[in-house]
Each structure stands twice: as C-alpha cells, then as structure tokens.
C-alpha cells in the first residue's frame, strides 16, 4: 500500500491513545530506544518511560493498559 497520508496515520497520530500506543509499541514491539521514541514522537523521554512503564504495570497486574480501553486482555 502506497501513500505517506496512510503512514502518517501511524506515524504521527493525531488522537492522544493512538500517539500513546504508537509510541508504547515502537520501544516494546519494534525495539526502539526510548529517548529515540520521545524524538520522533515529540514527548520527553521521561514521558516516554512512564507509558512504558504504566503498560508493563497495567499488563502485569492483569488490567488493559489504559490505551486499549476496548480491547480484553488475553489470557496468557
């Protein structure tokens, strides 16, 4: 699929949950470095830390993180 209108959806989102998901996902799935993530997309590093931490604590207490407000939380 061809477009940067269509990448830009993801790489710069517009809406909060979607800016905060797009950045948790590029450090815990893609393996970006955090202060990387904060560059692109343009939050602090600090900020950064803490969405990644609030996801780790959200999933290991069995809770959504707060992001995927309509997605259950699969079983593991």
Do not use: I, K
Not at 60 to 65: C, I, L, S, T
């Amino acid at each position: 699929m061809e477009g940067m209108a269509y990448q830009q959806y993801f790489l710069q989102p517009l809406d909060v949950w979607q800016h905060r998901y797009e950045a948790v996902r590029a450090v815990v799935v893609d393996g970006h470095s955090m202060p990387d993530v904060a560059q692109r997309f343009a939050v602090t590093y600090g900020t950064v830390r803490n969405w990644v931490s609030e996801f780790r604590r959200h999933l290991d207490a069995g809770r959504r993180p707060p992001f995927s407000r309509h997605q259950p939380v699969v079983d593991r």
